[in-house]
Nanobody
Framework: QVQLVESGGGLVQAGGSLRLSCAVS????????MGWFRQAPGKEREFVGY????????YYVDSVKGRFIISKDNAKNTVYLQMNSLKPEDTAVYYC?????????????????WGPGTQVTVSS
């Protein structure tokens, strides 16, 4: 069974940048479509974006387009979320998730495996 572990979260000032990593183990990252989600206190888990198993398609929610970049390194079996121009409203726990290749989902229920999450806090 695939395991996912996020890292790279922390505290950053508004306008700053962070890069999150999602290390994938037990299976090649190219086995899955990989998604990023976030959940702020008192709110539902929100889709951020995904990258397909081939890397050929990357999709973002409108609120992060032009600021966040999803990429992956198959050799390192790792998916990344580069976050630029961060805003206080980006504060949340960020999760990576894996879905089957046939699933292209913007909702959490479409994903089969999840990491424990990493906290991102953006101060104003």
């Amino acid at each position: 069974q695939v395991q996912l572990v996020e890292s790279g979260g922390g505290l950053v000032q508004a306008g700053g940048s962070l890069r999150l990593s999602c290390a994938v183990s037990e299976r090649p990252v190219s086995t899955y479509n990989m998604g990023w989600f976030r959940q702020a206190p008192g709110k539902e888990r929100e889709f951020v974006g995904y990258i397909t198993w081939s890397g050929g398609t990357i999709y973002y929610v409108d609120s992060v387009k032009g600021r966040f970049i999803i990429s992956k390194d198959n050799a390192k079996n790792t998916v990344y979320l580069q976050m630029n121009s961060l805003k206080p409203e980006d504060t949340a726990v960020y999760y990576c998730a894996a879905a089957r290749r046939s699933v292209f989902s913007v909702v959490a229920s479409g994903y089969d495996y999840w990491g424990p999450g990493t906290q991102v806090t953006v101060s104003s």
